[in-house]
């Protein structure tokens, strides 16, 4: 059990928007440490979307947004896409676990 | 551009230990983090520790502490992964990733299958 979570899954039709939510405490991303997104298509590696709560990664389509508020975080994607379909995690750091940690993933399945 | 190569796939007996190398090239190695990040079958990504060769030593979850030693060579721009006391809940692709020194993961390896059965 992931201390970020995240529903397990979102979907949209194509041209909607979806949004992801990442959800922490106080030791998190409450504490102010920054959010960052990656997406996971099919048998492929992760890839950085979304670094630093809000600013997308070099050649990621404007189509993708990060915020943070509190203690959670939010992704969303405008305009779907069926190529967007991808499990996507969230990641910050946890200072009562000095270390790293990954939301539980959420999967996108555009109808 | 950064790129970071991993050591191909591995086979292991349960009880033994394995070591995953990960070469990063197009960048100052010695000034990334270098992240260790696994998915077991049908699960989702789990950040196992990492290192930051400019500080030397490496940091590690809680889940694995005991278990995972992380190390860097300097002059051949290499992480390494060493898991010991292997089990079947082991078997997963093995991710390296190297990033800023708050472990943000800007470039992935291809990912390393470790296979554990008997």
């Known amino acids: 059990q992931s201390v970020l979570t995240q529903p397990p899954s979102v979907s949209g039709a194509p041209g909607q928007r979806v949004t992801i939510s990442c959800t922490g405490s106080s030791s998190n991303i409450g504490a102010g440490y920054d959010v960052h997104w990656y997406q996971v298509l099919p048998g492929t590696a992760p890839k950085l979307l979304i670094y630093g709560n809000n600013n997308r990664a070099s050649g990621v389509p404007e189509r993708f947004s990060g915020s943070k508020s509190g203690t959670s975080a939010s992704l969303a994607i405008s305009g779907l896409q069926a190529e967007d379909e991808a499990d996507f995690y969230c990641q910050t750091y946890d200072s009562s676990l000095s270390g790293s940690v990954f939301g539980g993933g959420t999967k996108l399945t555009v109808l | 551009q950064v790129l970071v190569v991993q050591s191909g796939a591995e086979v292991k007996k349960p009880g033994s230990s394995v070591k995953v190398s990960c070469k990063t090239s197009?960048?100052?190695?010695?000034?990334?983090?270098t992240s260790w990040v696994r998915q077991a079958p049908g699960q989702g990504l789990e950040w196992m520790g990492g290192?930051?060769?400019?500080?030397?030593?490496?940091h590690y979850a809680q889940n694995f502490q005991g278990r995972v030693t992380i190390t860097a060579d300097e002059s051949t721009s290499t992480a390494f992964m060493e898991l010991t006391s292997l089990r079947s809940e082991d078997t997963a692709v093995y991710y390296c990733?190297?990033?800023?020194?708050?472990?943000?993961?800007?470039?992935w390896g291809q990912g390393t299958l470790v296979t554990v059965s008997s």
């Open positions: 990733a190297a990033g800023d020194v708050n472990w943000r993961m800007d470039y």
């Open positions: 197009g960048g100052v190695f010695s000034n990334f983090a």
């Open positions: 290192i930051i060769p400019i500080f030397g030593t490496g």
